[in-house]
């Protein structure tokens, strides 16, 4: 009886392999439920082996993880996930007629299908899940009637709701805002509008036609007003772009996230204020996924990996371009830098492993990384280091990634009233009038 209750209440999960790309310790977050790996999707990991990127790392972290768990053998009951969860089987699954009239082709994501389709058929007393990061697998699954979900564990639960950074404060007593720039710094309990204010939170206090900017410090329970100046040449044109300079300058502050829409100056910001705190560091280190836009790759090219990578890395250029523009006595400085590879551009794919020691690290375009590849950045600081996350969480180029699955998004999501971290998110486009333009009705 007791058995057959469990029966009753588990669900059966089964696992597409993108899935285990994007995170090896899948199979230990569905509780109580019992988990299926199709014999297909260890047939696609063997050719993910091999390799230096995250998701070659999954692929061997989750066959060693099955190889322990199932000892020598791996029956059709499957092995024990632990304490409180369920179990892990590998399911070979069969010829389907109804999956071969549906699909014209063979695939390796019809064969996770079919066997989702075989154990729903099978397994009538309770509910058969397949989870899979692919959309349009999830629909085909759907339309055979096989029930599909997209793997929700490192997911923000609402995009719309997250953490942006700042607030504004209206009807704020005008003496109070006297009290700041006379003073510079306010304590908490003299700011009664503000309620409950997180660490490194920016505010904008207005009274009519008068404001002042403040970021909250939980340290000294005070607020601090934030000024308007300007980083190696480059100025705030807005209070957001002010927030993000302080942060970005502020050395107590080792992690920063900056998010924001095409050409409202989330990489121009941190390189400019990279480049002004270069003395505090021992090197400036650019980065950025090497995700081609709409996941075309421009094919093999000659020369060396610094050749190779700067059809990629040229936006990063770019913007060293306006700074020296900006700030003509600085383009000596940078190619300087450059030389001497005090400031250096490079793949995060050789990323794993290394400790960084003293760098002001950017990693830009962050929302086309996984939740994980975040995490092995993050860990790889060292003592001094300050690492710089930017990216837009509505523009995504990665296939299985999407505003709420980002790796950007998962960082503000759980990082935020943390002493050691700051974000903004960037609102007014200021590129130029065409790019805003651009970005507000296409």
Known sequence: MIDEARTLCVKLFVLDTNVILHDAGCVFEFDEHDVVVPITVLEELDRFKKGSE?????????????????????SDEGCSLGDGRGSLRVVLGAD????????????????????????????RERPVILVTKDTNLRMKAKSLGVHAQDYQTDQVANVDDLYTGKRLVTGVPSELVDSFYADGCVPRDEVPLVETPLSNENFILRNGSKSVLATYHA???????????????????????????????????KLVTIAGKAGSGKTLLALAAALEC????????????????????????PGDVSQKLDPYMQPLYDNLTVIRHQNPDSAGKIQEMLEQQKLEITPLAYIRGRSLQ??????????????????TIITRAGEGTKIVLTGDVQQ??????????????????????????AHVTLEKGERSELSELASNLL
Not at 408 to 418: A, D, E, G, P, T
């Open 219 to 253: 340290e000294e329970d005070s607020y601090q007003r934030i000024t308007k100046s300007a980083c190696f040449g480059i100025s705030p044109r807005n209070a957001e772009q002010s927030f993000a300079l302080q942060a970005l300058t502020d050395d107590d502050v």
């Open 54 to 74: 995250d998701i070659h790392f999954q692929a061997r972290q989750f066959l060693r993880q099955i190889d322990e768990l199932t000892g020598d053998i791996l």
């Open 358 to 375: 003293r760098l002001f690290f950017i990693v830009d375009e962050a929302q086309n990384l996984t939740p994980h590849e975040i995490k």
């Open 96 to 123: 389907c007629d109804r999956l071969r009239g549906a699909f014209l082709q063979d695939s390796p994501d019809h064969r996770i299908l079919n066997t989702a389709l075989q154990l729903s058929e099978l397994e």
């Open 396 to 421: 995504i180029d990665h296939p299985y990634l999407d505003s709420r699955s980002n790796g950007l998004s998962y960082v503000i999501n759980r990082m935020r009233n943390q002493p050691l971290y």
């Open 278 to 301: 270069r003395s505090k560091y021992r090197q400036v280190l650019l980065a950025r996924p090497v995700v081609p836009l709409s996941n075309r790759d421009i094919g093999y090219l």
